[in-house]
């Protein structure tokens, strides 16, 4: 089946500095990417839609010159928080849709913890 | 935009029993329905899913049921083990045909089952 794969795991960063996490489709061409972001006990929540090769989406109230979203091949998107504040702690997670009936799948998150 | 609501936050059954999660959505033009399990710190697995034109779907304990016409649709689980304990969540779509299509997510549900 379709497999995503997401990294890092886990990442701890000081505030002030960047971090980029990877989302790797692995077996299928994923000509749609989205990034989630999802707080302690509550619901994924849509921060923004990449389709190679163009600009992301960003969704209402997600800053995109903080979290910058590179689709630049149909196996690869990152997802960069730049100058991270503990505020951006959280776990993120991507998604990732295909043609040919490939179904929506989602990577295996990354925790970040900004200290 | 899509908004999916998801009742209740939290459930408690005894092994065995029951487990019925409900959920509505506001956009008569989604088709897509699927259900996710999640377990602390994953990613969220997909169990069931269901498209408009099909009223119910089974797959040995889970079942999802889906009213169009009042925008409802639920996710049933029989026999429960303490396996099943997770927060699920619900989710609607457009489904493009194109295999690239945005979920909307319900808030969850923790499910706990109790040997």
């Known amino acids: 089946g379709a497999v995503v794969s997401q990294h890092p795991s886990r990442v701890i960063c000081k505030s002030g500095t960047s971090v980029k996490i990877e989302c790797r489709s692995l077996?299928?061409?994923?000509?749609?990417m989205f990034w989630y972001r999802q707080f302690p006990k509550k619901s994924l929540m849509l921060m923004a839609t990449?389709?190679?090769?163009?600009?992301?989406?960003?969704e209402q109230g997600v800053e995109k010159d903080k979290f910058l979203i590179n689709h630049a091949s149909l196996t690869l998107s990152t997802l960069t928080v730049t100058s991270a504040h503990p505020e951006d702690s959280s776990f993120y997670i991507c998604?990732?849709?295909?043609?040919?009936?490939?179904?929506?799948?989602f990577g295996s998150g990354t925790r970040l913890t900004v200290v | 935009g899509e908004n999916v609501e998801q009742h209740p936050s939290t459930l408690s059954v005894q092994e065995g029993d029951s487990a019925v999660i409900k959920c509505t959505y506001s956009?008569?033009?989604?088709?897509?329905f699927p259900w996710y399990k999640q377990e602390l710190g994953k990613r969220p697995q997909l169990i069931i899913d269901?498209?408009?034109?099909?009223g119910e779907k089974k797959d040995q304990r889970i079942a999802v049921t889906l009213n169009k016409t009042a925008k409802h649709f639920s996710l049933h689980i029989t026999e429960t083990q303490p396996e099943d304990s997770a927060v699920y969540f619900c989710?609607?779509?457009?489904?493009?045909?194109?295999?690239?299509?945005?979920?909307?997510f319900g808030k969850g549900t923790k499910l706990s089952v109790i040997p």
């Open positions: 998604s990732a849709t295909g043609t040919g009936g490939y179904g929506y799948t």
């Open positions: 269901i498209r408009s034109n099909v």
């Open positions: 077996d299928f061409q994923a000509t749609t």
């Open positions: 989710a609607a779509s457009k489904d493009s045909g194109a295999g690239s299509y945005q979920l909307t």
């Open positions: 990449s389709n190679e090769g163009s600009k992301a989406t960003y």
């Open positions: 956009d008569s033009a989604s088709n897509y």
